[in-house]
């Protein structure tokens, strides 16, 4: 189908003698934005570096806009969970976004047209105002977003995320989706997330990993029983196919009344 951005088909991958994951086949259309969930060591990572074209796989067929993945990588935008770096090296939040238009220029500085666009993609994600201000100053939520607009200025028509919200509070978690939803009106989003309680109320599709892999549109979701929540809302439990428990606790793991619950 034309709207197919991203398919794998029968993917099976193993770091030496351990398979990751197997057999897997899903596809993700324009417009999406595919929440991926799963238990920690169940492949989540390794998808998005497959997708990336970081990894091969064993067997089986990646394809984005029909092309493999090393060959269109300036169509994707990736997002990493957090950027490791010197805190006492003197970068601003412009330089940080403009080393998005690395790839660009073989040999000389940036142009005006880089910088016009690296404060475009600072407007999109409402911090223009800080673009001057050193990177090592901002709050953890204000660098994931400086981060999504070091993506955006490549134009990618798929962005990539690794758990971008796993080291903020819940106000810059949802702040952070609210935003994502903005963008999935022009970009693809595939997010790898293990907050189901927010995940679940901004995705268009689910897919679980744990091995295998099984994707689902979010309104067939809400009609089944693969998605739980318990504890008044507090909690959201997903059971996957193939024994995957996914459990998001975010909200009632520091609750004593909790701790000796059970889910399923």
Known sequence: MTDIILQFEDVCFA????EILHNISFPVRKGDMLAV????????????????????????????????????????????QYLIFDQAFPVSVLDVVLIGRVDKHLFGPFRKKDKIIAMDALEKVDLAHLATRPFSKLSGGERQRVLIAQALVSNPELLLLDEPTANVDNKTEHEIYNLLNRLNKDITIIIVSHNLNVVTRHASHVLCV???????????????????????????????????????SSSVMNEPHHADKECL
Do not use: W
């Open 210 to 248: 744990n091995k295998t892999t099984t994707i689902v549109p979010m309104n067939e979701f809400n009609k089944s029983n693969h998605l739980h929540t318990v504890f008044k809302g507090d909690i959201a439990v997903l059971q996957h196919c193939q024994d995957c428990q996914v459990i998001d």
């Open 15 to 18: 770091y030496e003698n351990s």
């Open 37 to 80: 969930v799963g238990p920690n060591g169940a492949g989540k990572s390794t998808l998005l570096k497959l997708t990336l074209g970081l990894l091969k796989p064993l067997r089986g067929k990646i394809r984005i806009f029909n092309l493999p993945p090393n060959k269109c990588r300036t169509k994707i935008g990736y997002v990493p």
